[in-house]
Every structure is written in C-alpha cells, then in structure tokens.
C-alpha cells in the first residue's frame, strides 16, 4: 500500500537537502509518494509543491512579524491537507520558527512528525526543547552533539550524518568551468570566492561590506581575483548594480548557481554565516565569516546564544579554523576583518598551511558520507512499517 509523506522546507539550503531525501527514498521505496511545502530543488525530485516556501524565507523576528498573517495562513493551507487524511508522515527540515506550527497541526490529527536537520536547540533557544518533546516524534540529527543533546532531553533522536558532505561527494562540477580557472590560477592569479549568502536581506546587508573589502585587496593584493557566487539571478543582478564607475577595472567576476566550482577553484573564501561554511570545509578551502545583524537582534542575541562561534566547522574543532566577525552597526570594522583575513591567507603560506592542515583532520573526524541514505532508510522503514524490507533495500 502507498504511503504519502508530507514536507515542510523553507530554506534554499534546506530544499536542496529535501530533494536529495526525497530522490534516495523514491529510489529505495517506491511505494511512498511525497508532497508539502519546499522550492525548486524538491520539485525537481519528484515532490508535488503545495507552496514555494523557500521564497518566502525570513530570519529575526523584526523580519518575521510583518509576515505573521502570511505564515499563519500558510499553516491552515497544511492542516487543511492533514485533515483530508492522506498524509501518513510529516517531515520538517530546518526552519523552526514555522515549523512548530506545522508540527502542531499534524499531530492534531494523530500524525507522526520527523525532524530532519533539526534547529540548533542545543546551541540556543533551549527553552523549546518542551517543545521539540511535545511535538515531534524522532529527531534525525546531522551533528553528534545533537543526538546527545535531545537524547540527554529524553527525545528520541538518531545521528544520522550532515547532509551537506554528501552533496559535495555526488555534485556533478562544470569541468569547463573549472578548467578555466584552472588556467586563471597557472597564470598565477590568486581566486577568491565570494559567497553572499542565500538569502535575499544577508546579500542586501552583506554585499557592501564584502564590495568595499574587495576595493582594498585589489589594492594590496593584485594577484587576487574575485570570483562572486550568487544563489539567484535576481542576487546576482543586485549585486552588479552596486559597482560603481570607479571599479570598472576590479578583477571581479559573477556566477549564478556555481558555488561548488567557485569553492573547489579558489584558494580561500569571505563568506557570509551559513551551511556552506561545510561545503568549504570538505573541499579544503579556508574562509573568513562574517554575518551583518540589526542590534536589537545582536543584543538579544546574547542573551540567548550559548556558543562562542557561529561557524558550524569551529564548532566541530578546538580552535577556529576559520575566522568569523559579527557586524553590528558600523560596517568598517567587517571590512578591516574581511580583508586583513582574506589578505593573510593569501600571502601567509605559514597560517594557510597550518589552516589547511586543520581542515583535513576536522574531514577525517566528520566528513564521511551518506547521511542522506542513512536519512531515507530509516523514514522510509518507519513510514511503512517494515523494518526487514528497508534493511535489505538499505544493503
């Protein structure tokens, strides 16, 4: 008999893990089908899209509550899908703030609620793991520390892997592409990645910064060349427009939907806060952090966030590989950081060697593949009920 599993996704990053899950589970259980909220990504794997969620992606709350009535609407639109009675399983894949309500209306009607790539409770906002208890029943971890936090909150949880090095592992690069800058980097040209951030309000905040850091490394670094990678056209022609007559002559280039070459070329990265931060991790290219925030936002921030770093990589180490800056109100201090860092890794070889170095013994330890494999095997057993036949399907 079919099962029918409903997701709930909102974020860029979180859709392209989605569609991943969802491939590896059409291709192990045929049987379920797959439906909810998500983006493109999902679509593409063969997901029935309810709403484009991820267009609709907002962080904080000053952000969040002029679209309160949006969300809330968006919540009945699910749990008018979950009251038809056809939905046997709900997933969740990051994206808490609306979330909650999604997993609210599901259990409503007696509906099993699986978190996959769960929020960072353990991190801040700990006051929600009553919460997480109350609403979900098994939590699919992408972090150890996870697994022994919500195990520890008696809330059953599995480790299951970060869905992140798998999709480095089976990214189908532009070889072209990479060849040309393979020729860029023979003719003794430094790449630089510049990765903005997925999320329309981090390019709008960020990209300033980041343009006017590139303004100085052009300077002090000639043999540096800048390669901007946006998610979106709509960020790629954003960014454009900032430039300038005056920097008509800055060695910069855009990509739209070329992270993965971009991060695999260059010999180091600035970056905007974010997931990726693993993907330059597993492809050994070190990165200076930054995140712009609003300084309501900051200072509740520190009331609540209980970590010293907002890098998931630092988070795995002992010691920050990669230097990260929170910006608050003046941007000057974030340009210094961006280019004093991104300087030192290009001229330091000392400091980026050593960089490296760390990088690879943080991949040994946490890198390993098929999470999304691990994923879908134990959702797919659990949705259908036979624990034997995933197995073998697994093998």
Known sequence: ?????????????????????????????????TTGFGGEAMQAA???????LTKHAVVGILEVLPKLREFFGFADQA??????????????????????????????????????CPPQLWAWGGWRVRKMRRLVDHVLTVLPVEQTYFT???????????????????????????????????SGDQLVAVLPGSRTHEVHRTWPVMLESIR?????????????????????????NQLTAADADLPIEF?????????????????????????LMARRTPAAV???????????????????????????????VFPEFISVGSTQPAVDFLTQSVGAMLHDEFYYRQTLKTIDELCHQHAGGGATAKAATWIGENVLGHRDEAIRRAA
């Open 1 to 33: 008999m079919s099962k029918r599993i409903f997701f709930s996704v909102g974020e860029p990053s979180g859709d392209q893990h989605a569609a991943r899950l969802i491939t590896h589970l059409k291709q192990s259980f045929p049987e379920i089908q």
């Open 46 to 52: 063969g997901c029935e899209i309810e709403l484009d």
């Open 79 to 116: 749990e008018a899908i979950f009251k038809s009675g056809q939905i046997d399983a709900v997933v969740l894949v990051d994206f808490p703030g609306f979330n909650w309500h999604i997993a609210k209306r599901a259990k409503r009607y007696g509906i099993p609620v699986y978190y996959y």
């Open 152 to 186: 520890k909150h008696n809330i059953p949880a599995t480790y299951v892997g970060h869905p992140f090095f798998d999709a480095v592992a089976l990214a189908e690069l532009d070889e072209q592409l990479l060849s040309r800058f393979a020729k860029q980097t023979e």
């Open 216 to 240: 100085q490394l052009a300077k002090s670094e000639p043999s540096a060349k800048f390669l901007v990678a946006a998610y979106r056209d709509r960020h790629c022609l954003w960014c454009r």
């Open 255 to 279: 990509y739209v939907d070329r992270t993965s070459e971009v991060i695999e070329a260059a010999r180091c990265a600035m970056m905007v806060s974010g997931s990726v931060s693993l993907e």
């Open 290 to 320: 930054t995140y712009r925030i609003g300084r309501f936002l900051y200072a509740f921030a520190k009331m609540v966030v209980k970590l010293d770093s907002i890098t998931l990589p630092n988070l795995m180490s002992p010691r920050k």
